[in-house]
């Protein structure tokens, strides 16, 4: 049973990284957590390393295709790694309860803003200035996805993909190949400080990687060729189910 949850859990994660940049530890940590009971900051742990090669094979995908520009993302990537160590180290004294039921609360939320505000890039593609306001809020949003991503575990993907469209201008894939690279880099260090503090279940993370991988490489390649409002129905639809069923399972083991 265990074997079997670790195997979904990493294959759907990998599928919404691969699809539209989105945490693999956004499906991993709520659904061990909630399903298997298990430590919350463990599962986290276990989220992020499985993030790194979910993130790794999307951003590989998304680079042969032409759709990762880092250069002018670089500002906010070093801020969301700082703040992603910090928000790692805090989260240790977060309560369990709240954190595992915060996890779910936030996955249902995802899927419902992919559905009634869809992601919408500049199918344009136009290059744009990286002026001296965008430098600052690239500060400023990589902070606060930073503490996201290490206190949490949500990785920060659909917060990037939200700041690298609206905020900087980047076209939607773009943006999403963009996110997954910074991911790469947030979810390794998140993962590493998660590890050095609490230690993992090697197992479960081997296990989890693995199938993690395996759908984040057939769904980047499916990504980089579907359209806006297919990549939003898809991911919204799913998101919205598993952490609705996530939140009820929830709610019924704890009355």
């Known amino acids: 049973m265990e074997y079997l949850v670790y195997i979904i859990g990493g294959i759907l994660a990998g599928i919404a990284t691969g699809l539209v940049g989105l945490s693999a530890a956004v499906i991993i940590a709520p659904l ?3 399903v298997l009971k298990m430590d919350p900051y463990m ?6 390393a499985s993030d790194v090669l979910a993130s ?4 590989y995908a998304y680079y042969r295709n032409k759709n990762i520009h880092l250069k002018s993302a670089a500002v906010m990537g070093v801020a969301v790694v700082l ?10 004294d977060m309560n369990p309860v709240n954190l595992g039921w915060l996890l779910n609360i936030f996955l249902v939320v995802l899927g419902i803003r992919f559905l009634v505000y869809p992601v919408k890039g500049n199918q344009g593609g136009a290059i744009f200035k990286f002026t001296k306001s965008k430098f600052f ?28 469209t609206i905020a900087l201008g980047y076209d939607l894939k773009k943006a ?3 996110s997954v690279f910074i ?5 390794f260090v998140g993962a590493g400080s998660h590890i050095v503090l609490s230690g993992t279940m090697w197992i479960p993370l081997v296990i989890t990687g693995v199938a993690t991988l395996l759908g984040a490489n057939f769904a980047a ?3 980089n060729k579907v359209n806006n409002k297919t990549l939003n129905i898809v991911i919204g639809s799913t998101l919205t189910v598993f952490g609705s069923i996530l939140v009820i399972i929830y709610v019924f083991q704890n009355i």
């Open 32 to 34: 061990f957590v909630t």
């Open 43 to 48: 599962a986290v742990g276990i989220a992020l």
């Open 56 to 59: 790794g094979v999307s951003a």
């Open 83 to 92: 703040f992603t160590i910090l928000g790692s180290y805090l989260s240790q």
């Open 137 to 164: 809020l690239s500060i400023f949003w990589g902070a606060i996805i930073g503490m996201i991503s290490g206190y949490t575990g949500s990785g920060g993907g659909l917060s990037m993909l939200a700041v690298l």
């Open 176 to 178: 999403v190949g963009t």
């Open 183 to 187: 991911m790469v880099f947030t979810a």
């Open 221 to 223: 390649q499916y990504a």
